[in-house]
């Protein structure tokens, strides 16, 4: 079973789509200063996060100048939790349970992202059917540096990276009006080192100017070829907060596409480091009284 | 192998949508609020799950063949039961011969009445507890009913379950659990004696480390498989004492497991009685994440009696054979799903090290859409004529499935 792909979702969340910032203007900033203070609010507000989240994915097509799912899509709502923590508060622990489809209601897994590279990111998942919590291993020990994809999706953790700034060079390149947003446009570029670890030869990004925020991403191969892109909208202020409900990530060679639709989601929430451990997979009861917590700040 | 034919088939295939891919002209105003109008807001569902199975099962062994037509209704649901805590169970009702009208057989495959107070967790009712770090190898795996490689490919919820009362005690990172099973399950070649089983119980401690965990076990339990008395020609199981260690530790994408059990006491077949002896059983496996998507393992195990001082024999399907000493069985299996879990393909080898039993199963399952599942299973087995599975030599089988869910 590919569960194990969930394991990053809430990271996912967290990198690519709430690159979220205080409102407020961006004069003289250098694409660098651009991205550093995205990265920045990224960290900063999603210190303790608690969301419902819907992951559509389908092939597309487009007819009518409209994008559009041509197959029907798989859908898979989710709950999760998570939080900073570590040295800077630059690790993460995630917890997720899987709400539909039924057939795979109540699945949990746990994961512990670490910053350091020097140390493998760990991910368990609770096999009810055969009573017992299971170490997973991905198919590298550094999760950014091979993509893994969420639940099958087209998300991966490729396109969730935060920090690392230093792997990239950026240019500004120019600042347009992009869906009637001020926009900076930014080019990034990985290094040498980093170039051997991606499949993106170059990205660039459409930056809401005075929220911080991704409106856009291009990401193209190295013979200069677009191979994927990702579109964010349904922008809301919560919480004080700017923070895309939709993210789209469409794979241009495969001509798939997933949409990240957040149903629920709540920053601030404050969160029992009890519910991250092994025993939130085994101890339903326990889940429940801590999720339900979670639940009634929400509210 | 098959598994990576199929593989490269539809890779072929993805690539030829890749390159229809390109000739989109994308440089649009996307406007994903019309394009995901058309996917509906999905609910948490409520109430009992429902699913309904119409299977296909086709056996072809020297002694005989047989083609049967099966249906099966499956429920699960859960409760909060408030201050009792919460209660899961799932059952199945089974029709087992569609052409032959065969009555219908209920089965309760799950009932676990969980909940927690405290440093504290329990649970009561019919479920499986998990024990060693490698699955379908007998040296930890022993508390629930035993897997045969007829099970490797099933969905694991339809894994037969036991009776048990079970506690776990959290103390930071160390947890200290235990369990009674009252209802051992044993499985018997020939008439029993004695016919009633005294309870199982154990317990088990884990402690985790930096990318691993090391447990520590002790039990007293009852084979899964009572032993043949040449004698009486009657199937004993008696009860014997277990200490155990077992271990995990991931190193990138590769995760070593490992297993150690010593077993005094247990019952083995000489040729006038039975004999009590201790035996020493290990095993160790690896589980590789081959890819995102793929993923190979592979573990050893072996048995070994401490003492060897008489003939001994196992019995099975074809009567008695001698035993050896020590004894050694391999299970390798490589899976791989395909874009968005839509397709999963695995293929599993396992057998004897000396080469007296070798089968392998190939299995597929198909998400057509949330509600309709198809799966397919095929099996084949080649074992020594003279040996303790003579009788299964050249068995081959074919499962064809399809679960749709309400």
């Known amino acids: ?299 | 192998m098959r598994v990576f034919a199929a593989a490269t088939a539809i890779a072929a295939v993805l690539a030829a949508g890749a390159a229809g891919a390109q000739e989109f002209e994308l440089d649009l105003q996307f406007d994903e609020e019309i394009a995901f109008e058309e996917v509906p807001e999905a609910e948490p569902a409520s109430g009992m799950q429902v699913s309904t199975v119409l299977s296909f099962s086709a056996l072809r062994s020297p002694g005989s063949n047989s083609d049967t037509w099966s249906l099966a209704l499956k429920f699960a649901n859960s409760h909060d039961l408030g201050a009792l805590g919460l209660l899961d169970w799932s059952a199945s009702l089974l029709f087992p011969d569609l052409a032959a009208a065969a009555p219908a057989e209920f089965s309760l495959d799950r009932l676990m009445l969980q909940n927690s107070a405290g440093d504290l967790s329990w649970q009561l009712g019919k479920y499986r507890i998990g024990w060693g770090e490698i699955e379908g190898i007998a040296v930890l795996d022993v508390l629930n009913p035993a897997l045969s490689l007829a099970t490797v490919g099933n969905d694991s919820a339809q894994l037969p379950g036991q009776w048990f009362a079970s506690a776990e005690y959290f103390a930071g990172a160390l947890t200290v659990s235990g369990f009674v099973g009252p209802d051992p399950q044993v499985e018997h070649l020939l008439p029993a004696a004695p016919a009633r089983l005294p309870p199982e119980f154990g317990v088990k401690a884990d402690i985790p480390f930096e990318g691993g965990q090391a447990s520590l076990y002790a039990a007293r339990l009852v084979p899964q498989a009572g032993v043949v008395n040449l004698a009486t020609m009657t199937s004993s199981a008696r009860p014997y004492r277990l200490v155990g260690l077992s271990a995990h530790r991931a190193f990138g994408p590769v995760l070593l497991e490992f297993d150690l059990a010593l077993k005094s006491g247990l019952e083995r077949a000489g040729a006038t009685g039975l004999v009590l002896h201790d035996r020493l059983d290990a095993a160790v496996g690896a589980e590789i994440a081959l890819s995102n998507t793929a993923q190979l393992s592979a573990s050893v195990s072996a048995r070994r009696w401490l003492r060897q001082d008489q003939p001994y024999f196992d019995f099975g399907p074809g009567g008695a054979v001698p035993a050896g000493r020590t004894t050694s069985s391999y299970l390798l299996g490589v899976s791989n799903s395909f874009p968005n879990n839509d397709l999963n393909l695995s293929l599993n080898l396992g057998g004897a090290l000396d080469g007296s039993l070798t089968a392998a199963v190939l299995s597929a399952d198909y998400s057509l859409s949330d509600r309709l599942r198809l799966s397919a299973r095929a099996s084949a087995m080649r074992a020594d004529p003279a040996g303790l599975f003579g009788p299964f030599d050249g068995t081959r089988s074919l499962g064809l499935e399809a679960e749709f869910f309400f």
Request: charged content about 25%.
């Open chain 1, 1 to 299: 079973m590919s569960l194990l792909r969930i394991s990053v979702f809430v990271p996912l969340l967290l990198g690519l789509g709430l690159m979220l910032g205080a409102t407020g203007g961006a004069a003289a900033q250098d694409a660098r200063a651009i991205m550093e203070r995205m990265d920045a609010n990224a960290r900063a507000q999603n210190d303790s996060s608690f969301s419902v989240m819907q992951l559509s994915t389908c092939r597309f097509g487009i007819s009518g100048g409209k994008v559009k799912c041509v197959s029907r899509p798989t859908i898979k709502v989710i709950e999760s939790a998570s939080f900073n923590t570590g040295p800077g508060k630059r690790d993460s622990k995630s917890i997720v349970f899987i709400l539909e489809p039924a057939a795979e209601r109540g699945i949990g897994m746990l994961s512990y992202i670490y910053d350091s590279p020097d140390k493998d990111n760990e991910t368990w998942l609770y096999l009810s059917a055969l009573g017992k919590v299971k170490r997973v291993v991905a198919s590298s020990s550094d999760a950014d540096s091979e993509p893994v994809s969420l639940f099958g999706s087209e998300f991966t953790t490729e396109d969730q990276e935060t920090g690392k700034l230093d792997d990239y060079t950026y240019r500004l390149l120019d600042t347009v009006t992009y869906g009637g947003r001020k926009a900076h446009v930014i080019e990034r570029v990985p290094t040498p080192a980093r170039a051997r670890k991606t499949r993106y030869a170059k990205t660039l990004l459409w930056v809401d100017a005075r929220r911080y925020i991704m409106l856009k991403a291009q990401m193209y191969d190295g013979r200069g070829k677009e191979i994927r892109r990702v579109i964010t909208g349904k922008v809301q202020k919560i919480n004080g907060l700017w923070v895309p409900r939709s993210i789209t990530i469409m794979n241009l060679v495969t001509n798939r596409l997933s949409n990240m639709s957040l149903k629920e989601l709540y920053f601030g929430v404050k969160i029992d480091p009890e519910l991250m451990t092994r025993r939130s997979l085994t101890d339903k009861a326990f889940r429940e009284r801590q999720l339900a917590a979670l639940r009634a700040q929400a509210r």
